[in-house]
């Protein structure tokens, strides 16, 4: 099955750090803006950040400054880079590519729209707490 898979969730405690990563199985990164989503227990789906084939990126504004996305396509992987992590950011994490990079990252994604992006995985969970 062509998908993402993503991995390196785990316990964190608030205040630090883990990065995560997601590989392409089965298929080639694509030349593709590539998204970072969270859910979090009871909540929507959210777009997080994104990063161009160039290495571009963009972000939430409630990650600037503590999250980084970069990609390896040597590696067929993208990762994301999480400091100073805070309770209310315990959710399951997933990636996924829509083409550009268009993501609201003011506003959850509605159910029928998950359509417009391929290759989701199963995600990786992050528990922030002491």
């Known amino acids: 099955q062509l998908q993402f898979v993503e991995s390196g969730g785990g316990l964190v405690q608030p205040g630090g750090s883990q990065r995560l990563s997601c590989a392409a199985s089965?298929?080639?990164?694509?030349?593709?803006?590539i998204t970072w989503f969270r859910q979090a227990p009871g909540k929507g789906r959210e777009a997080i950040s994104c990063?161009?084939?160039?290495?571009?990126?963009h972000y939430k504004d409630s990650v600037k400054g503590r999250f980084t996305a970069s990609r390896d396509n040597a590696r067929n992987t993208v990762y994301l880079q999480m400091n100073s992590l805070k309770p209310k950011e315990t959710a399951n994490y997933f990636c996924?590519?829509?083409?550009?990079?268009?993501?609201?990252?003011?506003?959850?994604?509605?159910?029928?729209?998950?359509?417009?992006?391929?290759?989701w995985g199963q995600g990786t969970q992050i528990a922030v707490a002491s």
């Open positions: 089965g298929f080639a990164l694509p030349n593709s803006g």
């Open positions: 996924a590519t829509s083409g550009a990079c268009k993501d609201r990252f003011d506003r959850f994604l509605l159910p029928q729209q998950f359509v417009e992006y391929s290759y």
């Open positions: 990063i161009t084939n160039d290495g571009t990126t």
